[in-house]
């Protein structure tokens, strides 16, 4: 099994707001390893973006606060780490990509200038070396007459194209660890999985762990190694992908599952998501944080928290209940 390249542990995040303390990452532990793609999912609000940005020292504190775990990137702690060594790390060992490209591209810089910035400061590129480092960075992730693209403006790409530059800007200094956060979800179903193709890709040839965050089990299929399935800011179950979509034990990664919409559906890509919302992170329940949307709940699990322990095959999941013995209940 490859080593461990990040280990996360017991990791705790919180946003002090007037209602009180949001806790946004409760106690969260993985590990991603060198050369796969580990997925994250779980619906909105369920703290994957949260977890990913304590990791590289980008939660606004305040309102936000790390309260305990650690983070390591290869030997060294990132949650302790100074700002000038998190910045060189940042961007260039570990680089992250967002749903939004507008987000991580100035739109009143032209793409040459943004890309060149990133290998002059992480890779002291002349402007020359930067050019051709760039032009190259996006032929790779399929611009096509990169040479003339270069000095276009991101609105002057589609939003596909945008993502694409993106990502040539995230890879531009071969990073050890690519954070994806959403990276297809505003993107037509041809053009997302085009993308997923290019990071699997760029994957074998150079071989990137990726953390790949979604809310759409079909991405994961499609693109992730392992699974993590979080809800309320912790991990429910974990597993590898084949032995999560094939066995499910945690009630919330079956209805997940069961709303992954078919490919040949009439319905496209409509979620049909699970009845309910996620608990208010301000005051989580006492017992099990997916009790209320819970088809198979039992009283008792109105009273402790389910911790993780192991799944038969792989992996683990954090439910009292065994799925296939107990029969669903609707809910009213
Ligand atoms: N700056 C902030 N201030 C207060 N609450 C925040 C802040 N950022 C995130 N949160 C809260 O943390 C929780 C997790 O958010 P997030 O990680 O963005 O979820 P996800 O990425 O899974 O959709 C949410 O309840 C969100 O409202
Ligand atoms: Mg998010």
Known sequence: MPEPILQVENLYVEFKIDEGIVRAVNGISFDLRAGETLG???????????????????????????????????????????????????????????QDPMTALNPFLAVEEQLTEVTRLHLGHTHDEAIKHAITMLDKVGIPSAEKRIFDYPHQFSGGMRQRVMIAMALSCNPDILIADEPTTSLDVTIQSQILDLM?????????????????????????HRVLVMYAGKIVERADADSLFANPRHPYTRGLLESVPRWDSERGDSLQAIPGQPPHLVDLPTGCSFYERCTYRQDSCRESVPNLVDRPDDGQFACFVNIDQVKPKELV
């Not at 779980?42 to 305990?68: D, F, H, R, Y």
């Not at 071989?207 to 965050?213: A, N, Q, V």
Request: hydrophobic letters at 40%.
């Open 200 to 224: 699997k890709e760029l994957q074998k040839t150079e071989g990137t762990s990726i953390i790949l965050i979604t809310h759409d089990l079909g991405v994961v299929a499609k693109a992730c």
């Open 40 to 98: 994250i999912v779980g619906e909105s609000g369920s703290g994957k973006t949260v977890l990913n940005l304590a990791m590289l020292g980008l939660i606004p504190q305040p309102p936000g606060k790390i309260t305990s775990g650690s983070a390591r990137y290869r030997d060294e702690e990132l949650l302790k780490m100074n700002d000038k060594r998190l910045s060189q790390i940042r961007g260039h060992r570990i680089a992250m990509i967002f």
